[in-house]
């Protein structure tokens, strides 16, 4: 999953940032609206979360053109008005859900997730390999029903392999992948996240092997009976 962050307060852009990292899902997060529509032309985003108050205009002015230009992505405005009037405003705009400053990370989250599943136009489709079920906007990996935890890391890791299933995975791709998570990246990162992941997986016999290819990357593929 794939957010896009339009926020001009660093320190609050930081802890949204930190929230939807947690979840497992990557962000590009932006201060201005111009670079808001630069991303939105050019990368194909799951949710957007658009504060209102920024620097170079009213975010329901770039909501509207989101709207007008036929974008059906989930908007979540996240700003201080807190009056009616001004909920009203939002949604008729064409956001999907309004969130008041200050707000409980918790509650973010919740609206994010409800946001990502609700439209089944826009729900990303449940990812599956062998019996293993990847549901990319909750985050959740489950076997056979059975909830397997996983870190932000081995979430992001799990998204990427089981949209590739049967097709190996350059090691490049999931090293940026986790260099979204403003970590530095170690040039063992990767590998002590598969070994982890694949441990995981060996407990819990999932139908399908992790697989290193040498001088390539990984594979996931599904084990035939």
């Not at 962050?5 to 899902?25: Q, Y």
């Not at 059906?72 to 400053?101: F, Q, S």
């Not at 979430?155 to 970590?183: N, Y």
Request: net charge negative.
């Amino acid at each position: 999953m794939r957010l896009l962050l339009i926020e001009d307060m660093p320190r609050l852009r930081d802890l949204l940032i930190e929230s939807v990292h947690s979840a497992g899902w990557r962000i590009d997060a932006f201060a201005t609206i111009a670079e808001a529509e630069e991303a939105v032309a050019t990368t194909p985003y799951d949710l957007l979360l658009i504060d209102l108050g920024l620097p170079d205009g009213d975010g329901l002015d770039l909501v509207r053109a989101i709207r007008r230009q036929g974008r059906r992505t989930p908007i979540l405005v996240m700003t201080a008005r807190a009056a009616i009037d001004e909920r009203i405003a939002g949604l008729d705009a064409g956001a999907d859900d309004y969130l008041v400053k200050p707000f409980n990370h918790g509650e973010f989250l919740a609206r994010c997730r409800a946001l990502l599943r609700r439209s089944p136009e826009t729900a990303p489709p449940l990812l599956t390999a062998g019996g293993l079920v990847f549901d990319p906007a909750t985050g959740v990996l489950t076997c056979r029903g059975v909830e397997t935890p996983l870190t932000p890391r081995e979430r992001a890791i799990v998204e990427i392999l089981m949209r590739e299933v049967g097709r190996a995975v350059p090691k490049r791709k999931l090293e940026h992948a986790l260099s979204e998570f403003g970590d530095d990246i170690s040039t063992n990162a990767v590998e002590l996240a598969v070994s982890r992941l694949r441990k995981k997986l060996t407990g819990i016999e999932p139908g399908a092997s992790l697989e290193t290819i040498r001088g390539l990357g990984y594979l996931l593929s599904e084990m035939k009976d």
